[in-house]
């Protein structure tokens, strides 16, 4: 018995259930906007307003006095430092780890899963965990007083030892961060046709020549958006460096805390924020212009 085919739908039914499957996406997205518009948007907003707004209505008084504030240039100055080498550092690593990955045949998983460690400790514990090593009767002390490398307690996160500071921050921001990068990049390569790489072996290309110009270039989504992400949760570091610097390294997201729980000044706090969000923006749009890459280039 063969059945036939249903009747179609008269115009009306089906105009309807046309204009239905045009706006079902935009359905399905409704409770996300709505959720974007009350956590995200309507404090951005308020936010902005509070920069802007001071004791003789709106303007920039907010602005001058962070700009007059002692620390803002150290906190600019030392904010720029770390991300600037950071997160090159940390890209560097998490790219070679993830080549290492690639030719690894037993137990991948299981360094993937011990280099990822360190995504599940905050950045508080991080940061005391580095204190503990690095504080002045902590283990990396101890250790080279047993070795006869001192002959006593030596400071290391001290306003006197700015260099020996800012490394220390510098290593605990790359052993805490670098597998943010490190997931996103091996998510990349997973995805890279072996094609490419075997006809460049067969025509002679070295190791180094088939990861700059296969590679890297195939890698360039993955790359942008570890850069995005990554430099967008630098600009807001705070606990691991209050954990270890305190108020000897000032940051620009330490200043805000600092404005709004110390000096009880939401407005200034409110400019200091704006001013982060400013420049994540600004930073992600460069991103997103030089490391764009036209479709008829994506594998």
Partial sequence: MILSDPSPLPPPARERREGFARLAPYLLLLPSLLFLTALFFVPLVQTIALAFHGDGGYGVANFTRMADDLNFQDAVVNTFSIIAVVVPLQLALALGMAMMLRHIARGRDIVLWI???????????????????????????????????????????????????????????????????????????????REYGEAAEVFGATPWQRFIRITLPLLKPSIQTALILRTVLAFEMFALVLSLGGRNFPVLVSEAYQWQYVNQDTGVAAAYAVVVMLVSLATTLVYLRVLRTPHEQLP
């Fill in 115 to 193: 280099w990822s460690i360190p995504l599940g400790i905050s950045d508080l514990a991080a940061g005391l965990v580095w204190l503990a090593i690095l504080t002045d009767h902590g283990y990396l002390n101890t250790l080279l007083f047993r070795l006869g490398l001192i002959a006593g307690p030596e400071s290391w996160l001290t306003y006197e030892t700015p260099t020996a500071l800012f490394v220390a921050i510098v290593v605990a921001e790359t052993w805490r961060a670098t597998a943010i990068v490190l997931v996103i990049v091996v998510a990349g390569v997973q995805f890279l046709p």
